[in-house]
């Protein structure tokens, strides 16, 4: 049974950093490529970036130099790294594998 479980988001001021982790179990983690998404109130669940097997990244242009995408594949772990957090960064953010799994989700909150 894949499970991703998600953490790190929070309350954070604009212009701030956080580090978001989705751990991975079940899954031959590194065969996978791996994403994350958002979804924001009232608005549809959007691709932000995501990490293919071989590690190369691609992302959305909303977070394209803002924001770092990345994989220990030895710890079964994926990686966001948000940096200059904007107030419509926020929005809860969901780990996903192309196995089909997605993890629960941690919410992101960008306020003053």
């Known amino acids: 049974q894949v499970q991703l479980v998600e953490s790190g988001g929070g309350l954070v001021q604009p212009g701030g950093s956080l580090r978001l982790s989705c751990l991975a179990s079940g899954i031959i983690f590194r065969l996978y490529s791996m994403d994350w998404y958002r979804q924001a109130p009232g608005k549809q669940r959007e691709l932000v970036a995501t990490?293919?097997?071989?590690?190369?990244?691609f992302y959305a242009d909303s977070v394209k130099s803002r924001f770092t995408i990345s994989r220990d594949n030895a710890k079964k772990t994926l990686y966001l790294q948000m940096n200059s957090l904007k107030p419509e960064d926020t929005a809860v953010y969901y780990c996903h594998s192309t196995i089909g799994a997605w993890g629960q989700g941690t919410q992101v909150t960008v306020s003053s």
């Open positions: 990490i293919t097997s071989g590690g190369n990244a």
